[in-house]
């Protein structure tokens, strides 16, 4: 029998290290083959896997960034809904992949397929029945359409539960290892890149990329086959819109329980870990340590503190004692100079006292109560200069006339004479220029009478109001023609008064018409006064109200108060 050699492949085993060869029509001869192509590829990467990079926690659970491959991921294609016919059949099985199933890649299904439709064609059974042909092109079209494959995938048998949380820390890897690894089948990643949970002795770098991996995992599972409308029974366009929205919210809610069924097996697992627990009592053990030496160092830090301001007391104290001491010798000292200066002095001035009493200052002696005063009330410095000029001193006439000098320099520096009278002052007057002296015309002192009615205590910078109300005065002589006016009027009719603030004048008469007048003038004393009254006086309800005001004010009568009050409401109204 001659035609063409048709060759097929084996479906490779997952260390893909050899594969088998067979021929059409011959039994086939185990052959081991060196992996090549993508398989070689694969096995390349399972060795030189890139590891990910570490990231610290910020809530206790493991970060990490894995890095980056070129297969394309699940979760990024859309599932299509498969139909009845297509669910029923067992498509790994048909393809002799059920020791595979989700892990079969796509060119194991391909070679599957190739090697079935040769075994399963018609023409090799002599024409008979082609069911069987017919499963295996049904079964490559589910498993090598991607979408539909993931749709299939996901309504294949699958045990969601997940193990309590009261596993025993020894039987945890045989409790959890097996799910995780059943779980893994939804990644969107090759099943070679999905990390495993380990055991013991696993380094904790490995422990957290997978719980990293885990915390950020994301289904890919889908829930079509359990749409509860099936959208080829709508008999119009908006009832499979309606069936299409529902299907949605089923599916939306499936997977809001997958995703939660996930996390709560990540969180359980991390949670009881013998390994994690290990390394956070390794941290907290570290933290107490640290704590502990910080401890320790701060109290010795604090000890030594303590002895160093001891010491800086010690000797703060020491040097006290020792100043204290040095003065108090130093007192002594002086004390024993100026007894020693004041024997001298005596000594030096014995033969020139006197004990006739009197109170001048003679050139041939010296009263001995004058010489006492002098010892007694004299500075040290003074009596040690003065002890000085004796000793240098030609005769006695010289040393009298030193004592005599001393004793009056002391006199005018108390500003007391021995006898404790006040020294009289010798005030030098000048007579003053022309130039200097203020004159006042009669106008000025009119408008310094109106000015002061008009500006009262109180008034802000009243005298250069003043000043400037006048015109042709400064502020001080305005100050001090207003001084001298209050004076003249306390005390009556002085000499010297000006005549425009004499009684009957014809001045005074003119200012009076002028409608200002002497009694118009308020002095700030006054205007307390009557500040202080009307407060003390402000919830006073009785008619004899003014007469207690006017009472409080000095040579003001009630009439006087009452105006006042209403020139200075005026003014404030006008502010």
Known sequence: ???????????????????????????????????AGRTFESNLNDVHEEPATDIKPTDGKPKSVQPKKKEESKKK????????????????????????????????????????????????????????????????????????????????????????????????????G???????????QPAHMVPQLGDASTPYSKVEKFYDFWFHFKSWRDFSSADTHNTEDAECREEKRWMERENERERSKLRKQENTRISTLVDRAYKLDPRVKQKKEEDEMKRQKQRLEEAQQKKKENKAKLLEEKQAQLAKERKEKEEAAAAKAEVKRQKELLKKTKEGIKKALQPALSETYTRLLRTDSIYFATLDWLITKGPQPVLETLLA????????????????????????ANHFDRYGNPLKKVVKTEKTSDKHKDVWSENELTDLTKAIAKFPGGTFNRWEVISSF???????????????????????????????????????????????????????????????AIKRYKDYRNQDKWDQIAAAVTDKSKKQCMDRYKYLASLFKKR
């Open 178 to 188: 097996p799910v995780f690894h059943m779980n893994a089948r939804w990644c969107s």
């Open 389 to 412: 000029e004796l000793q240098e001193s030609a005769d006695l006439e010289t040393s009298i006339a030193k004592f005599n000098q001393t004793v009056v320099d002391l006199e005018a």
């Open 1 to 35: 029998m001659t035609g063409p050699l048709i060759l097929f492949l084996s479906a490779p085993p997952l260390d893909a290290s050899a594969f088998h060869v067979a021929a059409c029509c011959a039994s086939p001869l185990p052959t081991a083959v060196e992996a």
């Open 470 to 532: 006048i015109g042709t005065k400064t502020a001080d002589q305005v100050l001090r023609q207003t001084k001298e006016m209050t004076g003249q009027l306390n005390e009556g009719v002085a000499p010297g008064k000006p005549d425009a603030l004499k009684q009957g004048d014809a001045k005074s008469t003119q200012i009076e018409s002028a409608g200002v007048t002497l009694e118009d003038v308020w002095s700030k004393t006054q205007q307390t006064q009557l500040e202080e």
């Open 77 to 176: 294609i859309k599932s299509k809904k498969l139909s009845e016919a297509e669910l029923e059949q067992d498509h790994y099985k048909v393809l002799e992949l059920k020791s595979l199933e989700w892990l079969a890649s796509e060119e194991q299904i391909k070679v599957a397929y190739k090697r079935m439709v040769v075994e399963k064609h018609p023409d090799k059974k002599g024409g008979g029945d082609d069911t069987e042909f017919k499963a295996v092109q049904k079964a490559y079209e589910v498993l090598s359409d991607p979408q539909k494959r993931i749709a299939y995938d996901s309504s294949l048998p699958f045990d969601d539960d997940i193990p309590s949380s009261s596993v025993p820390p020894e039987k945890f890897y045989d409790a959890f």
